[in-house]
C-alpha cells in the first residue's frame, strides 16, 4: 500500500465535487429514481453495512472502506447496473479482504437474509455464488484500485496538536474529541471522500465543531495554512447531511428502495 497519499491511487481518482453532486446515470433515472432517491438508497445502504459489520464482528476501519467502495462504484455504474442490495454486503465482503479480516461468504449471506428487512426483500434470495459474481464486478469497476486513506489517523494526530496548541482542559478536550469522531463517522454517509484528501476532511470536522462548541480554532488553523474554503465546503456538506438527511423516516427510505426492482440481474 503507498504510504503517501499524493503518491497514491486513492488521490488520482479524487473528482470534482460538482461532478459528484450532479450525478445521476441516465438508467436510474428510467427507473424513476430521483438524485434525493439515490442519495437515499447510498445512505440507507451505508446504514445496512453498518448493521452488517457488527453483525460479524468487523471493525470500523472494514465499514469504512467498504462505503468508500460502494460509494467510487456508483460514480462508475448505476443501480440498473449493479443491485445496491447486494453491491453493499459485497463491497463489505471485499472490504475484510483487504483490511486482512475476512469473512466466510456463508456467514455473510446468513446474515443479509436475517436483515433483509433492512434492505428490501428483493436482497433474500441471493446465495453465496451472487456475492462471489458481484465481488468480481466490483473489483472490475474499481479498476482494482483498493487503497483507501481514511481520516482517522489525520484526526488524531490534529487532535492532540490542538489540545496541546489551545490548552484544552481534559473535560473539553473529552468533549471536542469524542464530537470530532462522530462527525467523522457521519462524514462516511456523505461523497466527501470521493472529492477530497483525507486531511481536509479531519480538519471540516474539527472546524465545525469548534464552531458548534464555541472554541476558537483560529490560532492552530492558521499554522496550517490551508485554504478555509474549501474547510467550509466540506463543512457544508456534513450540515446538509444533518438538516436534510439524518433522520430518514421509514416512508423515505421504502419509497425510494421501492423503486428498484424485486432483484436486479
Known amino acids: 500500500m503507498a504510504a503517501n497519499f499524493w503518491q497514491s491511487s486513492h488521490s488520482k481518482q479524487l473528482l470534482d465535487p460538482a461532478v459528484v453532486a450532479r450525478l445521476l446515470h441516465a438508467d436510474d433515472d428510467k427507473m424513476g429514481l430521483s438524485p434525493s432517491d439515490v442519495r437515499i438508497i447510498k445512505l440507507h445502504m451505508c446504514d445496512h453495512l453498518s448493521v452488517l459489520a457488527h453483525r460479524l464482528n468487523l471493525r470500523q476501519r ?8 460502494f460509494r467510487r462504484v456508483y460514480v462508475k ?16 465482503y471485499v472490504a475484510a479482504k483487504a483490511e486482512e479480516c475476512t469473512v466466510q461468504a456463508l456467514k455473510l449471506v446468513h446474515r443479509m ?36 486513506f481514511h481520516p482517522y489517523r489525520p484526526l488524531t494526530t490534529y487532535l492532540d496538536d490542538v489540545s ?12 471536542f474529541a469524542q464530537m470530532a469522531w462522530s462527525m467523522l463517522n457521519d462524514s462516511l454517509k456523505t461523497d466527501l471522500s470521493l472529492c477530497h484528501p483525507p486531511f481536509l476532511i479531519a480538519i471540516a470536522c474539527m472546524h465545525l465543531v469548534a464552531v458548534m462548541r464555541h472554541v476558537d480554532l483560529n490560532p492552530w488553523l492558521e499554522g496550517l495554512r490551508i485554504d478555509m474554503h474549501q474547510v467550509r465546503a466540506v463543512s457544508s ?25 424485486m432483484r436486479l440481474p
Open 237 to 261: 456538506s456534513l450540515l446538509d447531511l444533518y438538516e436534510n438527511f439524518s433522520s430518514l423516516s421509514e416512508d423515505q427510505i421504502s419509497a425510494a428502495v421501492g423503486k428498484l426492482p
Open 164 to 175: 496541546k496548541t489551545l490548552n484544552l482542559s481534559a473535560n473539553v478536550k473529552e468533549d
Open 77 to 92: 455504474k448505476s443501480f440498473a447496473d449493479l443491485d445496491p442490495r447486494l453491491a453493499a454486503p459485497a463491497a463489505l
Open 113 to 148: 437474509k436475517s436483515h433483509a428487512c433492512m434492505c428490501g426483500h428483493g436482497a433474500m434470495g441471493y446465495e453465496v455464488k451472487d456475492v462471489l459474481q458481484m465481488e468480481m464486478r466490483l473489483l472490475q469497476a474499481l479498476s482494482f484500485n483498493l487503497i483507501v
Open 62 to 69: 472494514v465499514v469504512a472502506t467498504a462505503i468508500s467502495y
